[in-house]
């Protein structure tokens, strides 16, 4: 039995409205404008922080998971951090009369500021659990707010390659998701680390369960969306694997090529099964609302 069409619209209904009030027990999960660092425009903030995730990529990720849901999908979330995907995740399971006392979801991510936060937030669930990522390489990653305090993605030094092992991730318990989501994670890594995080997907996701990661895809199309002025953004710098808009700073949006992409799924063993193209390209919102491109794939 698929996810109810009541539960779906349940939720469009109540989200979908131009000023959304959330109950408390909502709103003490949604961290300040002022915590969360991905959000810079203070209208419409609730919105905006929760209403993406409940209205266009968890419908869209159920639609394409082929399962039975007699169980809730488990969801593993890199690059979470104030963890809206958990947020939304939890209302749709706590609607659906699918909980389990096992982890249904992990997020991870490298900011121990918003890892912190989560686990205090989230404490008293159980089948929920959040793990700092620490790397050392600062250098090969963008995540050293700490230093440089909210203005470290525009003055951290980063290097264009690195070995990949600023993206070791570990996860403290055996786990094997349905859903791997990752939402503006792979604009900011290196090649290596490309692979390395892949490869880390690949091991805890199910067969035949979903990769859904947010990208910067160059391709024919985009290629001339920069050239003719109509894509949000100009990317000067070749670094071979991708283009970039700063030569200093390069970690600071990696928008990589197609051939590349196309590669470092097939060493993971992940089948690209579906790309769907991001609104900064110069095209209308696609079914994600989503203004960086995205990759679905499948665990071989």
């Not at 009030?21 to 810079?40: A, L, R």
């Not at 869209?60 to 809206?84: T, V």
């Not at 403290?172 to 990752?182: E, G, L, T, V």
């Not at 590349?260 to 900064?280: D, M, P, T």
Request: net charge positive; glycine share 4%.
């Amino acid at each position: 039995m698929h996810i109810s069409k009541k539960i779906l619209n349940k939720f469009k209904s109540k989200f979908l409205k131009k000023k959304i009030i959330f109950p408390d027990n909502i709103n003490k999960f949604i961290p300040s404008i002022e915590k969360n660092y991905n959000h810079v425009i203070k209208k419409n903030y609730e919105l905006n922080y929760l209403g993406k995730y409940i209205n266009y990529i968890l419908p869209e990720c159920f639609k394409r998971l082929k399962y039975n849901f007699s169980n809730f999908p488990k969801i593993l979330d890199i690059g979470c951090g104030y963890a809206p995907m958990c947020l939304a995740a939890k209302i749709f399971r706590d609607n659906s009369n699918l909980n389990q006392k096992d982890i249904q979801y992990i997020g991870i991510d490298i900011r121990e500021d918003a890892i912190t936060y989560n686990k205090k937030n989230y404490k008293k669930f159980k089948n929920i659990l959040f793990v700092h990522h620490k790397s050392n390489n600062d250098r090969d990653y963008i995540g050293n707010y700490k230093k440089f305090e909210h203005r470290g993605s525009s003055l951290q030094i980063t290097r264009a390659k690195s070995d990949g092992s600023e993206c070791n991730y570990k996860i403290p318990i055996q786990y094997k998701a349905d859903i791997q989501w990752s939402g503006s994670l792979f604009t900011h890594l290196t090649y290596n680390g490309v692979k390395k995080t892949l490869k880390f997907v690949s091991k805890h996701l199910k067969k035949n369960g979903l990769s859904i990661t947010t990208w910067h895809i160059i391709d024919p199309e985009s290629l001339f969306s920069l050239q003719i002025g109509i894509a949000d953004r100009k990317l000067k710098y070749d670094m071979k694997e991708f283009l970039t808009y700063s030569k200093e700073n390069p970690l600071l949006n990696t928008a990589y090529k197609i051939e590349y992409i196309k590669k470092a799924y097939k060493f993971a063993g992940l089948k690209i099964v579906e790309i769907i193209h991001g609104s900064w390209r110069g095209n209308k919102n696609n079914e994600f609302n989503s203004e960086q491109d995205v990759i679905i794939a499948r665990k071989l």
